[in-house]
Nanobody, 125 residues
Framework: QVQLVESGGGLVQAGGSLRLSCAAS????????MGWFRQAPGKEREFVAA??????STYYGDSVKGRFIVSRDNAKVYLQMISLKPEDTAVYHC????????????????????WGQGTQVTVSS
């Protein structure tokens, strides 16, 4: 089992930057593909970014391409966000999905098994 705890959210002005972290417990972290999703009030959950368990493959949602970068190390996954916009305001969740292939990335929420509680990101105009 994997437990995920996000941090790094906060209030930032439009055009600013934030770096989210997701700490994972469990010795099997390296066997999981990881993803970031977000959900704004009244909106459906949206895929943001994904990274393979090897870290060599990444995939991004159209709305964040060129502005967000996902990365990982032995125990955490990160989401570097730049050029933030008010429409990026949401609760950001990280998720872990068991991965057979080291290069697999997942963009569907149903492909993830474990989820963190989320961290709030608010971008003011």
């Amino acid at each position: 089992q994997v437990q995920l705890v996000e941090s790094g959210g906060g209030l930032v002005q439009a055009g600013g930057s934030l770096r989210l972290s997701c700490a994972a417990s469990g010795r099997t972290f390296s066997t999981y593909a990881m993803g970031w999703f977000r959900q704004a009030p009244g909106k459906e959950r949206e895929f943001v970014a994904a990274i393979s368990r090897s870290g060599r493959s990444t995939y991004y949602g159209d709305s964040v391409k060129g502005r967000f970068i996902v990365s990982r190390d032995n125990a955490k996954v990160y989401l570097q966000m730049i050029s933030l916009k008010p429409e990026d305001t949401a609760v950001y969740h990280c998720a872990a999905g068991p991965s057979v292939y080291s290069s697999s990335v997942y963009y569907r929420a149903g492909q993830y098994v474990y989820w963190g509680q989320g961290t709030q990101v608010t971008v003011s105009s």
